[in-house]
């Protein structure tokens, strides 16, 4: 059963936050960085540990109250929240859910104390195809020898650490010779910032490992087993991230009702005219059906529900889908103002589309859908 006025508390808790952080969105986005004492305050708060177990010193919020917090960063800052979104839920879940007791007393007790993780999968020869990736994670001894390149890697500049997903079977075994593994940022991993259209500040990043030596007791479980991990991870991702498309719908709203109110045009303002009336119902209508299929995906993992792909890949394809639509009716709506630069619409505008891509595009949505619904999702 969900406590109402326990998720109320939450958002007004965070809004106090939001209001603290919003001077400097834009600064984030034109600098592509998140200030260290922003970064600070945000670790303060808890929210890179979102889903770290109170045993282990985290605030341990379920899902669903993890999604209002992202869901509230993100109305003021896209980059915030996804770097929240990662290190706060995603990078967690393995760590939770599969790994040896010291591994989560030593990086969750991490995040708890506000540091900052990364999750590094994709790779640039594969990113839908995620069992053919070809980082190696090679045993030599009590150590593996992590090499190889990952890409488009969230909160990287700022990581301590990273889950990072590597082969540790033959190329041909595909999705059954994969592992999870902690590694430590070191002199080994090298970081390259990259300039994206969206989310920028978020820290998105080429990732090469150097030979990285990793103790064996940093494998998360048995090896050649993490691609269901993986899979289970971005189940839970794929609904946090959806969260964040749902604050930017909100302030893509909010930004538009208010200039319809206050614009004049043909001696009324824009509100009066139909045309203008129709685009903000059906904006409501696209925002409330998405909060309500994310936070219906949320509660369905919180409650450990068996059918939680078709429910996270339903929340992600239809907000991804109902949150460009409702920004770009937003920006028709500013029209030439929600086109420059200083509007909060422009950059809300270049935020969304990421959500059609990251965690897995619309297509593979689609396909975990039809999966889901014939029974064939069975990952070994």
Do not use: W
């Not at 917090?69 to 996804?82: F, G, K, P, Q, T």
């Not at 001894?141 to 540790?168: L, M, Q, S």
């Amino acid at each position: 059963m969900v406590d109402l006025d326990s998720l109320q508390v939450i958002r007004n808790s965070v809004e106090e936050f939001a209001s603290e952080l919003e001077p400097y969105a834009q600064l984030i986005d034109r600098e592509n960085r998140v200030p260290d004492d922003i970064l600070a305050r945000v670790a303060e708060m808890g929210y890179f540990a979102l889903r770290v177990p109170e045993e282990y010193g985290g605030p341990g919020l379920s899902l669903l109250e993890s999604v209002v917090v992202v869901e509230e960063l993100a109305r003021v800052s896209s980059a915030v929240a996804i770097m929240a979104t990662v290190s706060g839920s995603m990078v967690p879940y393995p760590l939770v859910h599969y790994a040896s007791e010291d591994l989560k007393r030593e990086y969750l007790g991490r995040l708890a104390e506000g540091k900052i993780g990364a999750f590094a999968l994709t790779e640039p020869c594969c990113g839908s195809d995620a069992a053919a990736l070809m980082t190696r994670a090679t045993l030599e001894g009590g150590e593996y020898v992590v090499d190889g390149e990952k890409v488009f890697i969230t909160n990287a500049p700022y990581a301590d650490f990273f889950i990072v997903a590597a082969r540790t079977g033959r190329p041909e075994d595909r999705h059954r010779g994969i592992s999870l593994l902690v590694v430590d940022k070191g002199p080994c991993v090298e970081v390259s910032k990259l300039e994206m259209m969206g989310y920028r500040g978020s820290g998105t990043s080429l990732v090469r490992f150097n030979e990285c030596r990793v103790p064996k007791e940093n494998m998360i479980g048995e090896p050649n087993t993490g691609f269901k991990k993986v899979m289970m991870t971005l189940n839970e991702g794929r609904i946090t991230t959806s969260a964040t498309g749902l604050g930017i719908m909100q302030a893509a709203f909010d930004d538009a009702l208010e200039y319809a109110r206050q614009r004049e045009s043909m001696g009324k303002p824009l509100v009066e005219h139909q045309m203008v009336q129709y685009m903000l119902a059906e904006m409501k209508v696209l925002l409330e059906t998405s909060r309500l299929l994310v936070y219906t995906a949320a509660e369905k993992l919180d409650e450990g529900a068996e059918d939680l792909p078709l429910y996270s890949s339903m929340a992600k394809l239809h907000t991804a889908k109902a949150g460009v639509d409702l920004v770009r009716m937003a920006m028709q709506i500013l029209g030439g103002t929600g086109y420059s630069k200083d509007s909060r619409v422009e950059r809300l505008y270049r935020d969304i589309k990421m959500i059609e891509i990251g965690d897995g595009t619309n297509e593979v949505q689609r396909m975990v859908i039809v999966k889901s619904l014939l029974g064939k999702i069975r990952v070994q």
